[in-house]
């Protein structure tokens, strides 16, 4: 079982920053990727951003230059810095984590997501 725990959303104001941290936890072998995506009402989940083995990173058009995704792997844990917040970033971000875990005499990958934590951006 792996547990992905997001935290750090919260009303701020156009030009403002924040900081998203996501935690994953449980009997996990290895991590691959771990990503932050947006969703706001009537609209699918979006990429804002992934960073894969090897510190690749990715990042959605419209955050790039704004947003720096980054890990700490000793804690299983990726932060999101957002920067110069604008209205149109307002959306519930979810943090996915695709983990490698112990299955009896092998392993499996699969993903996971947290539970999603709301970034408000207005004056």
């Known amino acids: 079982q792996v547990h992905v725990v997001e935290s750090g959303g919260d009303l701020v104001q156009p030009g403002g920053s924040l900081r998203l941290s996501c935690a994953a936890s449980g009997d996990i072998f290895s991590i691959n990727t771990m990503a932050w995506y947006h969703q706001t009402p009537g609209k699918q989940r979006e990429l804002v951003a992934s960073i894969a083995s090897g510190d690749i990173t990715n990042y959605a058009d419209s955050v790039k230059g704004r947003f720096t995704i980054s890990t700490d792997n000793a804690k299983n844990t990726v ?13 519930v971000y979810y943090c996915y984590v695709a983990v490698t875990t112990p299955q009896g005499r092998g392993v499996m990958t699969r993903g996971y997501w947290g539970q999603g934590t709301q970034v408000t951006v207005s004056s």
């Open 79 to 91: 932060y999101l810095q957002m920067n110069n917040l604008k209205p149109e970033d307002t959306a």
